[in-house]
């Protein structure tokens, strides 16, 4: 059972528009979310966090809105840079799991092209 | 900071065979985590130990095991390997800051089981 989704594997984008990943998940007590940024032979770097209290936060280029109703989240990066090609793994987190066990998307390989 | 580190970086094992594999968490981190990563699979949480006990652990069969030690590193043990066992095998650690939740990864361990 997968409680946490990324339906789309890659995504093509070009550098300087905006990158738009998406992510749904099941379980109604998940209550934290995370972007996380994988570069291969290395390991997922933190980007971005959202409590459940919030539908919004921004850091920089990257924006992560929260859609509770819909158990959706979405990562907006704008403007995209050639950096950005990564593989981008959605995470979740609820205090009835243990609040340091992420339960993981299957990650979006996210291309940006010059 | 010193990041996460794991050791060994790659290891090729045969079927049978038994490994470990070394995790040293952040300086101050208490929490360390173990991942499997494996292509189409995201990743799948093994289990979290804090203060050398196990607080949480997924779902995969006995044959993998951990241990923490009182300086907060971190050991996990895969015996009588499988084909399937072949993955990127993560470990994360974390501290308590503000409420955040984010772990921070090494590098990996990649196992290849022959």
């Known amino acids: 059972d997968q409680q946490v989704k990324q339906n789309s594997p890659s995504l093509s984008v070009q550098e300087g528009r905006i990158s738009i990943l998406n992510c749904d998940y099941t379980n109604s007590m998940f209550d934290y979310f995370l972007w996380y940024k994988k570069y291969p032979a290395e390991g997922p770097t933190f980007l971005i966090s959202i409590s459940s209290i919030k539908d919004k936060n921004e850091d920089g280029r990257f924006t992560v809105f929260l859609n509770k109703s819909a158990k959706h989240l979405s990562l907006h990066i704008v403007p995209s840079q050639p950096g950005d090609s990564a593989v981008y793994f959605c995470?979740?987190?609820?205090?009835?799991?243990?609040?340091?066990?992420?339960?993981f998307g299957q990650g979006t390989r996210l291309t940006i092209n010059p | 900071k010193a990041g996460v580190t794991q050791t060994p970086r790659y290891l090729i094992k045969t079927r049978g065979q038994q490994v470990t594999l070394s995790c040293s968490p952040i300086?101050?981190?208490?929490?360390v985590s173990w991942y499997q990563q494996t292509p189409g699979q995201g990743l799948q949480f093994l289990f979290e130990?804090?203060?050398?006990?196990?607080?949480n652990k997924g779902n995969f069969p006995g044959r993998f095991s951990g241990r923490q030690f009182s300086n907060s590193r971190s050991e996990m043990n895969v015996s009588t390997l499988e084909l399937g066992d072949s993955a990127l095998y993560l470990c994360?650690?974390?501290?308590?800051?503000?409420?955040?939740?984010?772990?921070?990864f090494g590098e990996g361990s990649r196992l290849t089981v022959l």
């Open positions: 300086s101050g981190h208490r929490s």
């Open positions: 995470a979740a987190s609820g205090l009835n799991q243990g609040a340091q066990k992420l339960v």
């Open positions: 994360a650690s974390s501290g308590r800051t503000s409420g955040r939740r984010e772990l921070f």
């Open positions: 130990y804090f203060s050398e006990t196990q607080r």
